[in-house]
């Protein structure tokens, strides 16, 4: 199977909860699938780095602006009306990176994904029209207590 994984960090090495998952997932399907990971951020990764993940997949990356917060109370008041008023969280369009919705729209389909995962913030882009198993993959406790509360709901 042809896998697409997107992330927002770049998880090597796999030092922390954000990386230590999905660099896992990546070796471990690397051993049976082409493994492909879409890494949206504006972290600069050093060559080595990128040299170890590329013994378990192909690394594309799409540089992501600095997320800037507003510092103010009218800045977040702000936000606060704007997400009411197109009826979407503020933060979402923060996350969504204009390249990367072109790559996955563009490129994603000509690389025939099977597959196409995320975790985290990363799971925003799975909103792209894809024609792939769209696999979000929740871990965290926050997560956890999401998936209680909307069946609650």
């Known amino acids: ?18 990386k230590i998952l999905p660099y896992e997932r990546i070796r471990h399907l690397s051993q049976r699938h082409d493994v492909t990971l879409l890494c949206v951020s504006s972290e600069r990764v050093a060559p080595e780095r990128v040299r170890e993940m590329e013994q378990y997949c192909r690394c594309v990356f799409v540089d992501a602006p600095q997320n800037t917060r507003p510092s103010t109370d009218a800045g977040r008041a702000w936000q606060a009306f704007s997400s009411l008023s197109i009826r979407e969280p503020y933060y979402i369009r923060d996350l969504l990176v204009p390249e990367a919705i072109t790559w996955l729209t563009h490129e994603a389909p000509r690389q025939g994904f099977d597959v196409v995962e995320a975790d985290c913030e990363a799971t925003v882009y799975l909103r792209a ?11 965290s406790v926050a997560d956890t207590l999401a998936r209680r509360e909307l069946a609650v709901g």
């Not at 994984?5 to 796999?14: D, V």
């Not at 029209?129 to 871990?139: D, G, Q, R, T, Y």
Request: charged fraction near 15%; proline fraction near 14%; aromatic fraction near 6%.
């Open 1 to 18: 199977m042809r896998i697409l994984t997107i992330a927002t960090a770049f998880p090597y090495p796999p030092d922390n909860g954000t």
């Open 129 to 139: 029209p894809l024609k792939a198993l769209k696999v979000a993959i929740m871990h």
